[in-house]
Nanobody
Framework: LQLVESGGGSEQAGGSLRLSCVAS????????LGWFRQVPGSECEGVAA??????YYADSVTGRFPISQDGAKNTVFLQMNSLKPEDTAMYYC??????????????????WGQGTQVTVS
């Protein structure tokens, strides 16, 4: 399984960005997919996840960052709306084909993308 993120960049506070993560070498319906973010010197934070048709969100992004998949399930999106400076981070796409109990917990995932930087000013 390979994950490739795109869509990061710089945006002003209040604006929007959409992150995409294309997965290759997998059967999408068996995987839990998540978005994480990390600021240097801080813990990696689970932002959003989608698993068996259900979505999960960190409190900090609930109502602002909907996660979705395309019909073929090989691309997962993170629509980032009403951006805030505190959303600035490196964003990573993650996947696992293991059973998941805590979709926003980093330790649940065994595949990671290379990351895409989001900067909000």
């Amino acid at each position: 399984l390979q994950l490739v993120e795109s869509g990061g960049g710089s945006e002003q506070a209040g604006g929007s960005l959409r992150l995409s993560c294309v997965a290759s070498g997998w059967t999408g319906s068996r995987y839990c997919l998540g978005w994480f973010r990390q600021v240097p010197g801080s813990e990696c934070e689970g932002v959003a996840a989608i698993y068996k048709g259900r979505t999960y969100y960190a409190d900090s992004v609930t109502g602002r960052f909907p996660i979705s998949q395309d019909g073929a399930k090989n691309t997962v999106f993170l629509q980032m709306n009403s951006l805030k400076p505190e959303d600035t981070a490196m964003y990573y796409c993650a996947a696992t084909n293991n059973a998941v109990l805590f979709p926003l917990r980093r330790s649940q995932y065994n595949y990671w993308g290379q990351g895409t930087q989001v900067t909000v000013s």
